[in-house]
């Protein structure tokens, strides 16, 4: 039995051109899927891998290997980064 958090609920509706729709159907056919079930896969599918671009940090190896040795032996304060620090400590309200 479906719980509310499964049920579909939602609708969205899209206006598509005779040939994009066709070319969709016959992608869906070839993944056994209904059409608005292959859309959705896909679309999702597409919709993570963007959130995952934005939201992720990948780095090289080398990169890694300088961003540990920053965290673990950061660089003295200069005079920039203390004008920066004073300017935040005034700008920043904390609760």
Known sequence: MPTTETTKQERMHIRLDALSKQKLEKAASYSHKKLSDFVLTQSLAAAENIINEHEQISLSKADWTLFLEALENPPAKNAKLQE???????????D
Request: charged fraction near 20%; proline fraction near 0%.
């Open 84 to 94: 920066a620090l004073a300017l935040h400590k005034q700008s920043v309200i904390r």
